[in-house]
């Protein structure tokens, strides 16, 4: 049959589909998805999904008739077991072999694993998909004791959602602050403060040595340091890792998710990849970089929509992050880096503030913007440039503007 064969129904793979028919292409799409369900958005799973603020309808990235209106086949339900890149195939769990012209890998990440003693045994919570925020929601009580694993943007969301729901929650974070791998001394330390003023106990430096049961359906947390603490339910948001297994066993090249270039096409000339499963360059940076976000999902699946079908490539964005977390929306230009000095605008006490990273040139190389859009949109544009000798004594006043920086 040929055509495009997307293996991973998600943002990234759903993107895909609709961007090769809107870039003209009219061969065959198949859409294969494990889950029972049409594309939909991950985000709100950890807030607006928990909280009942949103349906299925809400979460779902197009109409039930979009599929069938630009004749894009979906088989969900469905997992693929194999890639014959010689064959030019992929087996189906069914058994069912699909042909391909082009394929597209979209699989995702998959949670990282638990691996403290009694982890097999005793029930916890991870937050991948919409089964996951069902269960998670489902179990979710006023009153219930909540214990979250890891004090990433994942669990300091679905943290905010449990206390918006009335339970007491306690994250735990074996570094010495939160976000202590993907944000800045001021960050961390402001939605520390944040959380703890909304009554959430947050414990760093906590290393979780065992989970046990006890007294029915009690969880107990055991830590390094000896002590215990028990929970109605436990969440575990620890990281995640590409989901590249079939990639691997088809023999593409792999390093921290699938190596794509700046086309997302694989080492296999017929075979991309996109979204959070790849490992990518990117202009601004040195190096490769794993991005799990909504942006990079979207740009990818252009990307690889383009390059199939002769389409014009997208512009090279600056990758960008958000989270909403109770009243604050925090929005990230760029990517950390090492070596750079970080510039406060703004009174953290405020709740609006910016902190700009420069490199020894002066140069932008990350902002990290909570409930400040205009830094947020001209620290996407400052970085793109990579403009130098940016002057610091603007970057710092919060009432000074940052248009005059980018001329």
């Known amino acids: 049959m040929g055509g495009v064969v997307i293996i991973g129904a998600g943002h990234a793979g759903g993107s895909a589909a609709g961007f090769l028919r809107q870039y003209g292409y009219t061969g065959g799409i198949i859409l294969i998805g494990e889950e029972p369900y049409l594309p939909y958005q991950r985000p709100p799973l950890s807030k607006a999904w928990l909280k009942g603020e949103a349906s299925l309808e809400d979460l779902y990235l197009r109409g039930d008739t979009f599929y069938d209106d630009q004749n894009i086949a979906t088989r969900l339900n469905t997992r693929c077991i194999a890639i014959d890149r010689g064959e030019k195939t992929v087996t189906l769990s069914s058994g069912e072999t699909v042909a391909y012209d082009h394929l597209i890998i979209a699989t995702g990440s998959k949670a990282r694993p638990f691996p403290v003693k009694g982890a097999d045994r005793v029930p916890h919570h991870t937050l991948r998909g919409i089964d996951d925020a069902e269960r998670l929601k489902g179990a979710i009580q006023p009153g219930h004791r909540i214990g979250l694993i890891g004090a990433g943007y994942v669990g300091l969301e679905v943290a905010a959602s449990a206390r918006y729901l009335g339970c007491e929650v306690m994250v735990f974070e074996r570094e010495t602050r939160i976000l202590a791998r993907v944000a800045s001394q001021a960050l961390s330390d402001f939605f520390t403060k944040t959380h703890t003023a909304h009554g959430v106990t947050i414990v760093v430096n906590a290393g979780v040595t065992e989970l046990s049961l006890s007294d029915g359906d009690v969880k107990r947390m055991h830590l390094s340091d000896g002590s215990a603490?028990?929970?109605?339910?436990?969440?575990?948001?620890?990281?995640?890792?590409?989901?590249?297994?079939?990639?691997?066993?088809?023999?593409?090249?792999?390093?921290?998710?699938?190596?794509?270039?700046?086309?997302?096409?694989?080492?296999?000339?017929?075979?991309?990849?996109?979204?959070d499963v790849t490992s990518r360059t990117l202009p601004f940076y040195d190096g490769r970089f794993r991005l799990e976000s909504v942006p990079n999902a979207l740009e990818q699946a252009k990307q690889a929509a383009a390059a199939i079908t002769g389409f014009k490539p997208p512009v090279v964005e600056t990758p960008w992050f958000w989270s909403d977390q109770y009243d604050h929306k925090l929005q990230i230009?760029?990517?950390?880096?090492?070596?750079?000095?970080?510039?406060?605008?703004?009174?953290?006490?405020?709740?609006?503030?910016?902190?700009?990273?420069?490199?020894?040139?002066?140069?932008?190389?990350?902002?990290?913007?909570?409930?400040?859009?205009?830094?947020?949109m001209a620290a996407k544009l400052l970085i793109a440039k990579g403009k130098t000798g940016l002057d610091r004594t603007v970057l710092a006043d919060a009432d000074a503007p940052l248009k005059p920086l980018l001329v």
């Open 333 to 376: 230009a760029g990517l950390p880096c090492a070596g750079t000095t970080p510039i406060v605008r703004g009174d953290p006490d405020s709740g609006a503030f910016s902190v700009f990273h420069l490199d020894g040139d002066g140069r932008l190389r990350c902002a990290e913007c909570v409930s400040r859009p205009a830094d947020f």
């Open 229 to 275: 603490r028990d929970f109605d339910l436990l969440l575990v948001g620890i990281g995640a890792l590409p989901a590249d297994d079939l990639a691997v066993a088809a023999g593409l090249e792999t390093g921290n998710g699938i190596i794509v270039d700046e086309q997302a096409r694989t080492s296999d000339p017929a075979i991309f990849a996109i979204g």
